[in-house]
């Protein structure tokens, strides 16, 4: 069995913790018991290594997020990068390419999909494991994984299962209803939430992107992915394919891509530099700033901080966030890197001031364009002709490769400048 995670996505729900390059899916917002904090991402590689340590996993995600997910994951994962976003079906049909052209898997294999924006516990990744095994019955061509609901949520569309059985046949989907239809749909139905994961086996996905895009070859995919039809994996495939199975889960699963799922998630209501006095009641407070956040007597907030803005909100009000929010994005600020991360600590029209961070046994290429100059200041750390207070130049097109002996921190000052036609 091969995995597929899908892990493109904006990051307008979870801002300003997240944004356009570092999504929601990499906020570090999970405390793993040993005082550090990892992300939605790198909690399911965790599980499904602790399940199997084997298990081939393909991360799909944008261009932009090639980086982070680097910056997480290292290289223990392949990784299909999508030019643009072209919503699910597309980011699907170009992993399902890759692993035929580039990594020669069998098509009879099964491959399960599903997407990094939820938390569960180990029990929903074991059930992953478990979903291969239903198409082995020959009848069924899709199998899919429905939630047990908690509530009667309208957040979610619904399968409608025909029986109650822990695998059952579906007989119908629906649409994102109303909380009092949603209710009807549970009681008289035995409803699921949809949670958005799939197994199927690998020569299936491949025939639904040649019906769909003309072509399931991962070169033609990533040539035309810009134009590709943008549609989702439920419309172009689920909501057509008549033999689909879908296996019942009760176990611990939360809707982790918004503030509200967060605050409801999340055992440390406290992140980061945090005071608050003992009239604060149901607010969670996340900072990722370098100075403390003081709250006293606040109550049912969200109140969250990092160098791309500053977010104080009553609970209610966290659903306007997506839309409200593009008054005030910028440029992203803190951004994963393979090597490390960089956190940008001013901007202007002609200048760019950072912080580097160059991980120990990494190397980096400290590249320039014609008409830029960039002087590099070690903070700390140790690498090859480098040490706390060395402080290099270069510009015009030049490069400078750092090797990491240690963990290295450095100051980064890029500057445009006029270049002189008669030296050009």
């Known amino acids: 069995m091969k995995m597929i995670l899908l892990c493109g996505g904006g990051g307008k729900r979870l801002w300003p913790i ?28 965790s599980e499904i290594r602790e399940i199997d340590p084997d298990v081939q996993v393909t991360i799909a995600a944008g261009r932009v997020q090639t980086e982070e997910v680097r910056s997480q994951l290292g290289f223990d994962v392949s990784l299909t990068e999508e030019p643009s976003r072209r919503n699910t079906f597309p980011a699907i049909s170009l992993a399902a390419s890759y692993l035929k052209d580039h990594d020669h898997v069998d098509p009879q294999e099964p491959i399960v999909i599903f997407s990094v924006d939820s938390y569960a516990d180990r029990s929903f990744y074991e059930s992953l494991f478990s979903l291969g095994e239903i198409l082995d019955d020959g009848n069924t061509n899709l199998v899919l994984m429905g ?41 008289e139905h035995h409803a699921l939430w949809n949670a958005g994961v ?44 008549p033999n689909i199975a879908v296996k019942r889960y009760n176990g611990t699963w939360t809707d982790a891509g918004t503030w509200t799922g967060m605050c409801s998630l999340l055992k440390n209501k406290d992140i980061g530099q945090v005071v608050r006095d003992d009239q604060c009641e149901d607010t ?105 207070g060395t402080i290099f130049t270069i510009q015009d097109g030049e490069k400078w490769q750092i090797n990491a002996d240690t963990d290295i921190q450095l100051i980064e000052t890029m500057i445009e400048f006029e270049i002189e036609p008669e030296n050009y």
């Open 18 to 45: 997240s944004n356009n390059v570092h999504s929601k899916q990499f906020a570090q917002l999970f405390d793993d018991g040993n005082g550090n904090y990892r992300s939605m991402l790198e909690h399911a590689i």
């Open 147 to 187: 939630i047990e609901p908690t509530s009667p949520s309208d957040k979610y569309g619904y399968i409608i299962p025909a029986s109650s059985d822990e695998v059952s046949a579906v007989r119908a989907f629906r649409e994102k209803p109303d909380t009092e239809t949603a209710k009807k749909y549970i009681e």
């Open 284 to 388: 969670l407070i996340v900072n990722h700033l370098d100075f403390p956040i003081l709250a006293m007597g606040v109550k049912n907030l969200v109140i969250a901080a990092s160098r791309d803005g500053i977010l104080v909100a009553e609970k209610d009000r966290i659903p306007d966030l997506k839309t409200v929010v593009d008054d005030v994005w910028l440029e992203p600020r803190v951004i994963g890197k393979r090597y490390g991360g960089k956190e940008v600590l001013h901007r202007s029209e002609s200048s760019e001031t950072s912080l580097l961070t160059i991980r120990a046994g990494s190397s980096v290429t400290i590249k320039t364009d014609i008409g830029v100059r960039k002087t590099l200041t070690v903070l700390h750390g140790a690498g090859e002709k480098m040490k706390p």
């Open 198 to 241: 799939f197994a199927c086996r690998l020569e299936y996905l491949l025939r639904r992107a040649d019906i769909v895009f003309g072509s399931s070859s991962y070169a033609n995919l990533l040539q035309r992915y810009p134009e590709l039809k943008q549609i989702s994996f439920d419309y172009a495939v689920v909501e057509k394919e």
